[in-house]
């Protein structure tokens, strides 16, 4: 049994106090395998990583395989060079218009709050932010004042909608965001505020009675967060979400597809069908970009149309996300194509492979 007498369960500060960053914690909770021991060994400089408590006890003790364990735990794959890797393959850093925005769509933009995170994603999208250790791109400016950020979504009132995010914002104390959110609202034409948060999948706990009661006050305010395995939907992920939506937050799931922890349908399915039943609705499906450190996660696009072919039609409307791979031309949908045209006019194609053709005045 692991050490954990000083641990208090449900408290976040207390689980985030006790996270695992040594190979000698982390024995504590699984049989650490040459490779990922490897892997840490080689983190030293290059990679944060992390665990919290709770998440730790979601991994297979035994498994090297388990899907919470490739999420969480470095391993060798990080530190190959793969073939177009790029540290930003979305462009952040080509959008960035202050030290915290990123304006790559019309009305809406990305709010960079800080980098930290209770748990160092390994598959992470800003792996370069996040679980670098240099800290080049935002870390060093994470305490710079947050003038210039507001008065830049002041002076462009097509911003309607914008997302906190980082890293984690939900790192930041109850007091810090309200100082954040509440600053927004002032602003006439932000409708809405989303917040962008693995906190219900990675420390639940964060999720407190507070911090909803705290964010009620600032409606409309959605949160998006990231589950991608069923094993993620616990009674305290599922608690953490009935919170956030029975203060009126809708909580919507973003899932990346990822190579060993959820690319086969049977494992896609599941997620979605839980999620359903604890009323978190799938928003999108992500293609695993090619980031450095990332690409050993990467499944092919005709994989990822094969899990939607098996979703769409079969599950529930709403089960099923939009299957999307980010860029830096922006968010591009990869699912079937279900429209042909020819001479004879428009054909449609259902989800069995069924064509009819329609009139189309
Ligand atoms: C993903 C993203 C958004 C939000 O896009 P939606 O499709 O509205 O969820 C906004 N800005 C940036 C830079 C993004 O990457
Ligand atoms: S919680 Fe999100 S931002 Fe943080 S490391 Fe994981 S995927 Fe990246």
């Known amino acids: 049994m692991p050490k954990t007498q000083e641990l208090v369960w ?3 500060r207390s689980q985030l106090k006790h996270r695992i960053d040594t190979l000698e914690a982390l024995r504590e909770w699984i049989t650490v395998t040459p490779e990922e021991e490897q892997a840490i060994a080689d983190a030293v400089g290059k990679y944060r990583w992390s665990i919290t408590p709770y998440y730790a006890s979601l991994m297979d003790k035994e498994d090297p395989n388990c899907p919470i364990r490739l999420q969480a735990v470095p391993h060798p794959n990080e530190f190959r060079s793969y073939p177009g890797a790029d540290p930003d393959p979305v462009g952040d850093t080509i959008y960035r218009k202050t030290n915290r925005v990123v304006h790559k769509y019309p009305d809406r933009i990305i709010l960079l709050v800080t980098e930290a995170c209770a748990i160092y994603c390994r598959h992470c999208t800003r792996k370069f932010h996040t679980t670098d ?8 400016s994470e ?6 950020d507001f008065a830049y979504i002041a002076s462009h009132p097509e911003i309607r909608d914008v997302l906190l995010t980082g890293g984690d914002p939900l790192t930041y104390s109850d007091e810090k965001l309200e100082l954040i959110v509440s600053r927004l609202r002032k602003i006439p034409h932000v409708e809405i505020i989303r917040i962008g948060s693995r906190y219900p999948v990675l420390l639940p706990q964060r999720i407190t009675p507070a911090l909803c009661s705290m964010l009620e006050q600032y409606h409309p305010i959605w949160l998006n967060t990231h589950f ?3 094993k993620e939907i616990t009674p305290e992920a599922a608690a953490a979400c009935d919170r956030l939506l029975r203060h009126g937050i809708p909580v919507q799931n973003q899932t990346v597809l990822l190579k060993g922890v959820n690319d086969s349908l049977q494992a896609m399915q599941a997620l979605l069908k839980e999620l359903l039943k604890i009323r978190v609705r799938p928003y999108y499906l992500y293609h695993c970009d090619n980031v450095t450190g990332v690409s050993h996660f990467m499944t092919s696009i005709e994989k990822g149309r094969e899990i939607m072919r098996g979703l769409l039609g079969h599950m529930t409307g709403f089960a099923v996300p939009q299957y999307i791979v980010t860029t830096k031309l922006g968010k591009i949908p990869l699912w079937e194509e279900q429209l042909h045209q020819d001479e004879q006019g428009i054909w449609l194609e259902n989800y069995k492979g069924e064509a009819m053709r329609i009139d189309d005045w």
């Open 10 to 12: 449900t408290d976040w």
């Open 133 to 140: 250790l240099e800290g080049t791109y935002f870390e060093s």
């Open 143 to 148: 305490a710079a004042s947050w003038e210039q």
């Open 228 to 230: 991608n395995h069923v």
